[in-house]
């Protein structure tokens, strides 16, 4: 069984930076493309982020574009966020999300298969 474990969340004040990670166990993680997404309260899940398999293409949300950075590391089974300039609007929690369709960029959650539980990231002003 495919599991995907969030870390690296917290408070974080406007303007500075977090890193949050994802490590997937259970199945082969360079056979997913990864995605994260975020949900604030009394709002939808929103697409943030993606990568494919081998890292060489990602997307962002144009509300993140410049400010995040996707990255992942197959030989640690693990997929990150690098969030930077960080604004309170971007206060949620987080997930991270394996698409089996390896070398897709989704965008829209039902692509993906796999999720983890979330991690909280609030952004003081």
Same mark, same amino acid.
């Given at each position: 069984?495919?599991?995907?474990?969030?870390?690296?969340?917290?408070? &974080?004040?406007?303007?500075?930076? &977090?890193?949050?990670?994802?490590?997937?166990?259970?199945?082969?993680?360079?056979? @997913?493309?990864?995605?994260?997404?975020?949900?604030?309260?009394?709002?939808? *899940?929103?697409? &943030?982020?993606?990568?494919?398999?081998?890292?060489?293409?990602?997307? @962002?949300?144009?509300?993140?574009?410049? *400010?995040?950075?996707?990255? *992942?590391?197959?030989?640690?089974?693990?997929?990150?966020?690098?969030?930077?300039?960080?604004?309170?609007?971007?206060?949620?929690? @987080? @997930?991270?999300?394996?698409? *089996?369709?390896?070398?897709?960029?989704?965008?829209?959650p039902d692509n993906y298969d796999y999720w983890g539980q979330g991690t909280q990231v609030t952004v003081s002003s």
């Amino acid at each position: 069984q495919v599991q995907l474990v969030e870390s690296g969340g917290g408070v &974080v004040q406007a303007g500075g930076s &977090v890193i949050l990670s994802c490590a997937v166990s259970g199945g082969t993680f360079s056979n @997913y493309a990864m995605g994260w997404f975020r949900q604030a309260p009394g709002k939808e *899940r929103e697409f &943030v982020s993606a990568i494919t398999w081998s890292g060489a293409g990602t997307y @962002y949300a144009d509300s993140v574009e410049g *400010r995040f950075t996707i990255s *992942r590391d197959n030989a640690k089974n693990t997929v990150y966020l690098q969030m930077n300039s960080a604004k309170p609007e971007d206060t949620a929690v @987080y @997930y991270c999300a394996a698409d *089996r369709a390896y070398s897709w960029l989704a965008t829209n959650p039902d692509n993906y298969d796999y999720w983890g539980q979330g991690t909280q990231v609030t952004v003081s002003s």
